[in-house]
């Protein structure tokens, strides 16, 4: 990056910083604490609440920087173009171990820029914080940076991942903890990961239990079945359904309402979300358990899920889309399989068939998109043909995970001789 196109940069921070923030505040309810003037590059590393916690984070910083994005704000035409224009973003596959994008950022740090990335690179779908990669420890300290920590509180009753809408209750951002170099250079990579992990993690719901916030908004509850597909009273899986405030389960008839502090009144069988996603959680560790006994006895052929009117393409490192077409997914006990659609002269399309052992990652992004890589590097995206599609990709990924554990665990263990 040259001097030029980084001072081009640097000025479009601080106009928008100074002409934006009043708006974001407002609409968010948002509080922040200004940085320090802080010398040489800095590495942030923020927790992940809300679609727009960058505008949120660049709030509390006078000083420009970079921010790591999905890659998948990349493929939004002009749109990405513009963005790419005015701020340059550090592109990031999700559902894949990208050394690319580690590179990148260590050399924006080395150049004396400061680079943020939301650490957990996921946004949480229950309150909670969710898992930091133990790699980020190991780049805070190869960077030679000064690390900050910084959490956003009150984002995920602001704006749930799986919802439709922004709810005004109170919402604040702040640096935990700065660590200069010399500091980080003394410690190991677990020990600096460890740190970053205590300082960024946030639980809504603690906070909410510490001092009760109203979050006020319509269609508290729409969408939620995109993050739970278990009902918590008769345990059956897909028949989780909402409109407006209210979720229910179509099969036994239990129902609620999502009320203004993030909870379920009456109790729906959960208090709230992050009691949800654990019964969940549990319900299908115990299916996966279950279908693998039923696979090893050659008495299970039939699919954990099956979704349909999904679209489905590959993306390629220079963010070119291919499509191949929509139809239906399924995931079995060894293979993931989606049956594409007749083309348009009737002609059958064969099913494109991905085996557990060969897909080493996945992820979610935004509400339902669904996203992995091969090992031969090839990267796939699953979306629903329809915007609002209640569908749930989350499933899909909690079992790959226990299935793909499973393998690793019997690769393992030793052979009897």
């Keep these: 990056m040259n001097d030029k196109t980084h001072a081009r940069h640097q000025r479009i921070w601080s106009f928008l910083r100074h002409t934006l923030a009043w708006i974001f505040k407002r609409v968010y309810a948002y509080k922040c604490e200004i940085a320090p003037k802080i010398e040489g590059p800095c590495l942030i590393l923020s927790n ?9 984070v660049a709030l509390s910083f006078p000083r420009q920087m970079y921010f790591v994005a999905s890659e998948h704000v990349f493929r939004k035409g002009w749109a990405s173009r513009l963005l790419f224009w005015a701020f340059q973003p550090i592109a990031k596959i999700k559902g894949s171990s990208d050394a690319l994008t580690v590179l990148k950022t260590i050399r924006t740090l ?5 680079v943020c990335i939301f650490a957990e690179g996921n946004r949480t779908f229950d309150g909670r914080s969710v898992y930091v990669p133990h790699a980020t420890g190991k780049l805070a300290k190869t960077s030679g940076a000064t690390l900050i920590t910084y959490r956003l509180e009150g984002g995920y009753l602001t704006n749930p991942r799986w919802g439709f809408g922004i709810r005004r209750g109170r919402c604040f951002g702040h640096i935990v903890n700065i660590y200069p170099p010399e500091v980080i250079k003394r410690m190991t990579a677990d020990q600096v990961n460890d740190i970053i992990k205590n300082d960024i993690h946030e639980d809504a719901y603690d906070r909410q239990q510490a001092q009760r916030i109203a979050y006020k908004g319509k269609n508290r509850a729409l969408g939620i079945e995109c993050a739970f597909c278990v009902c918590p009273r008769c345990y059956k899986l897909g028949t989780i359904s909402s409109s407006g405030n209210n979720v229910f389960c179509t099969s036994c008839g239990n129902n609620s309402l999502f009320d203004e502090y993030g909870y379920f009144n009456p109790a729906f069988g959960v208090n709230n ?11 299908l560790k115990k299916l996966t358990e279950e279908r693998l006994n039923n696979a090893s006895t050659g008495s299970d052929s039939t699919p954990f899920f099956t979704d349909n009117d999904v679209s489905f393409k590959t993306v390629d490192s220079e963010h070119n889309e291919k499509n191949i077409g929509n139809g239906k997914m399924s995931l079995y006990a060894d293979r ?12 059958e399309v064969q099913p494109i068939v991905l085996y557990i052992k060969d897909i080493p990652d996945m992820s979610v992004y935004s509400r339902n998109g669904f996203v992995f890589t091969d090992v031969a590097g090839v990267h796939y995206e699953i979306k629903p043909c329809l915007k609002k599609s209640p569908l749930n990709v989350r499933k899909y990924i909690s079992i790959w995970k226990r299935l793909r554990d499973k393998m690793v665990e019997g690769e393992a263990k030793p052979t009897a001789e």
């Design 273 to 283: 979300t992050k009691e949800w996603e654990d019964l969940q959680e549990n319900c």
């Design 110 to 114: 080395k150049e004396g820029k400061n």
């Design 48 to 56: 992940h609440t809300t679609e727009l916690d960058p505008v949120l």
């Design 336 to 347: 993931f399989v989606f049956e594409p659609k007749e083309d348009e002269l009737g002609k």
